[in-house]
């Protein structure tokens, strides 16, 4: 324990502390129990999309080796290229309880057939198919992409308000009540000492008066 002065200003500021730490510790509860609501929201999202996005990939990638095995790569490299062009994506931002939630507006990633760039003579129903499939992936996958960055910070933060939770309620807290008990128990003594030579003083005082 570091030194302590036992004063009555050390008292009372010990008890303003406690009762500062306690109120904190119950608004770092308050924003902990919010984060973890919003934290298990988007966890049970981001699951499920994760869950269906590996789906997507799985019948994707199966339907590009049957168009390989048929078409060879060729036209589908060729229709790739034509079809390859940038998204527009812009990400916005919401706070829960201090964390900025991640939230993604793209443009429309799925494209009509004639919207592809690339001839629909020089290619196959197979191939629309395909680049159908893969269009659906990256629509899911910037979505995963938004809630799993969330989720991250989520906990990150959660990790961060328990941490200092645990540092009010098991460190700061018991040591300031330590100090307190302690100065509480040096005024009583030093109270009771007081009273104690006080009564020698008087008794002493009546014993001089009746010599006298």
Do not use: C, W
Request: aromatic share 2%; glycine share 8%.
């Amino acid at each position: 324990m570091e030194q302590v002065y036992a004063t009555r200003s050390e008292l009372l500021a010990r008890r303003a502390r406690i009762r500062l730490a306690t109120q904190g510790g119950e608004l770092l509860k308050e924003r902990r129990g919010a984060l973890i609501k919003e934290f298990d929201r988007l966890g049970a999202s981001v699951l499920a999309s994760i869950e269906l996005l590996d789906r997507q990939i799985a019948g994707a990638g199966k339907l590009l080796g049957i168009a390989i095995a048929e078409e060879g790569r060729e036209p589908l490299n060729s229709a790739a290229f034509a079809a390859e062009e940038g998204i527009g994506v812009t990400l916005h931002t919401r706070t829960v309880a201090g964390v900025p939630i991640v939230e993604i507006e793209k443009d429309e990633v799925e494209r009509a057939r004639t919207g592809r760039g690339y001839s629909l003579v020089a290619t196959s129903a197979r191939i629309d198919a395909v680049a159908e499939r893969f269009e659906s992936v990256l629509a899911r996958l910037l979505e995963v992409a938004a809630l799993e960055l969330s989720v991250r910070r989520l906990a990150d933060e959660i990790a961060r308000t328990t941490r200092r939770m645990n540092a009010l309620e098991h460190v700061v807290v018991p040591r300031l009540e330590a100090e307190q008990a302690h100065i509480s128990l040096v005024l009583e003594e030093r109270e009771l000492e007081d009273r104690v030579r006080l009564r020698r003083m008087r008794a002493r005082g009546h014993s001089g008066e009746g010599q006298s």
